[in-house]
T-cell receptor, first 109, second 114 residues
Framework: GIQVEQSPPDLILQEGANSTLRCNFSDSVNNLQWFHQNPWGQLINLFYIPSGTKQNGRLSATTVATERYSLLYISSSQTTDSGVYFCAVDLDHGQNFVFGPGTRLSVLP | DAGVIQSPRHEVTEMGQEVTLRCKPISGHNSLFWYRQTMMRGLELLIYFNNNVPIDDSGMPEDRFSAKMPNASFSTLKIQPSEPRDSAVYFC????????????FGQGTRLTVV
């Protein structure tokens, strides 16, 4: 099956710093999403980005499908950005949505 | 829309008891997914349905686990008999695969088997 890797596994930042999280996948995908799991366990949708670039406030994401990776950029980080960031992909429409292991981000005040 | 609704939010049960987790997907979504999250194994896909039909249940850990989707607005995940190693957070997600849109998750059910 498809393999999904994320790096780094852990990241500690000072408030105000910028960061880049990476997601690599082993096969062509139809869909890719980024999620933030907050300290209360909720999975929050960040981006639905099978290709191209999107921005939402301080966050942006880029997926280069031909090279099988996606990047999540967090600028001017805040303590509320802490949590685990997951990417998830699937090969076929609506099928078999597989998660990466996540990047655990801690933003210190 | 209220989003994906899961119940109960928390469940504590004794080993050997039957446990039923419930999920109501977003109206109009035709794909539904059940996941289990543990520290050791992360987010694992257990089973997914397309148009109420189970497509792939290869992630279901063993025969003690079963899932049903009797109609487009309701699904259950049952564990019988439950064991302490089943303790985890169980998530349900749904999406509209016909329109190829993003998946949305419920708030999860935290299951503790003692």
């Amino acid at each position: 099956g498809i393999q999904v890797e994320q790096s780094p596994p852990d990241l500690i930042l000072q408030e105000g710093a910028n960061s880049t999280l990476r997601c690599n996948f082993s096969d062509s995908v139809n869909n890719l999403q980024w999620f933030h799991q907050n300290p209360w366990g909720q999975l929050i949708n960040l981006f639905y980005i099978p290709s191209g670039t999107k921005q939402n406030g301080r966050l942006s994401a880029t997926t280069v499908a031909t090279e099988r990776y996606s990047l999540l950029y967090i600028s001017s980080s805040q303590t509320t950005d802490s949590g685990v960031y997951f990417c998830a992909v699937d090969l076929d429409h609506g099928q078999n949505f597989v998660f990466g292991p996540g990047t655990r981000l801690s933003v210190l005040p | 829309d209220a989003g994906v609704i899961q119940s109960p939010r928390h469940e504590v049960t004794e080993m050997g008891q039957e446990v039923t987790l419930r999920c109501k997907p977003i109206s109009g979504h035709n794909s539904l997914f059940w996941y289990r999250q543990t520290m050791m194994r992360g987010l694992e896909l257990l089973i997914y349905f397309n148009n109420n039909v189970p497509i792939d249940d290869s992630g279901m850990p063993e025969d003690r686990f079963s899932a049903k989707m009797p109609n487009a607005s309701f699904s259950t995940l049952k564990i019988q008999p439950s064991e302490p190693r089943d303790s985890a957070v169980y998530f349900c997600a749904s999406r509209n695969s016909r329109a190829n849109t993003e998946a949305f998750f419920g708030q999860g059910t935290r299951l503790t088997v003692v």
